[in-house]
């Protein structure tokens, strides 16, 4: 069945280090691929997407790109700061958004 | 838009009892899912609804898992005899579904169920 499988954390980086978080996925069909993010005490919120191979999702100068023939939707930022420390969650969702698929977290820790 | 509500954000219950949650999803989304989060874990789908029609459900969710949407607005998740490996936070999402990419999902802040 269709899977997300995301690089383990923690992670924890200094204020302005280049960040990425790995993604690989299985889906059968061309699914849509999505990050969200979960900053402390609060709900998941979208950070970005992308619905078709080669597509660049970005948002809040976070980069993911669909990636088919690797399988692949890796997080990417060039510079970090200490506000982006939350917990980033990788996610697939089947043509139709019936169903999602999410991975397992990944929490990012930013000192300054 | 007032975001995806969840009530009650905490339950703390007794093994073999009942509980329910309700979601109100965002009004004009006719989309609803549940997920379940453990832990260290990312959400696991449940179920889904397209308007009042439950059209997907995980096997995760046994027999003792209810879930319904009579009219296509709020929705209820049940849990019936409730055991100690329910204890996780449940959580709502609704999205709408227009055009052919698929809509991200607006997620509520979730239901923390305790089991003593």
């Known amino acids: 069945g269709d899977s997300v499988t995301q690089m383990e954390g923690p992670v924890t980086l200094s204020e302005e280090a280049f960040l990425t978080i790995n993604c690989t996925y299985t889906?059968?069909?061309?699914?849509?691929l999505f990050w969200y993010v979960q900053y402390p005490g609060e709900g998941l919120q979208l950070l970005l997407k992308a619905t078709k191979a080669d597509d660049k999702g970005s948002n809040k100068g976070f980069e993911a790109t669909y990636r088919k023939e690797t399988t692949s939707f890796h997080l990417e930022k060039g510079s970090v700061q200490v506000s982006d420390s939350a917990v980033y969650f990788c996610a697939l969702s089947d043509r139709g958004g019936n169903q999602f698929y999410f991975g397992t977290g990944t929490s990012l820790t930013v000192i300054p | 838009d007032t975001g995806v509500s969840q009530d009650p954000r905490h339950k703390i219950t007794k093994r073999g009892q009942n509980v329910t949650f309700r979601c109100d999803p965002i009004?004009?989304?006719?989309?609803l899912y549940w997920y379940r989060q453990t832990l260290g874990q990312g959400p696991e789908f449940l179920t889904y609804?397209?308007?009042?029609?439950?059209?997907?459900k995980s096997r995760l969710l046994s027999d003792r898992f209810s879930a319904e949407r009579p009219k296509g607005s709020f929705s209820t998740l049940e849990i019936q005899r409730t055991e100690q490996g329910d204890s996780a936070m449940y959580l709502c999402?609704?999205?709408?579904?227009?055009?052919?990419?698929?809509?991200?999902?607006?997620f509520g802040d979730g239901t923390r169920l305790s089991i003593l």
């Open positions: 999402a609704s999205s709408p579904s227009r055009g052919e990419s698929n809509q991200p999902q607006h």
């Open positions: 009004s004009e989304h006719n989309r």
């Open positions: 609804f397209q308007n009042e029609a439950q059209l997907e």
């Open positions: 889906a059968t069909g061309y699914p849509s």
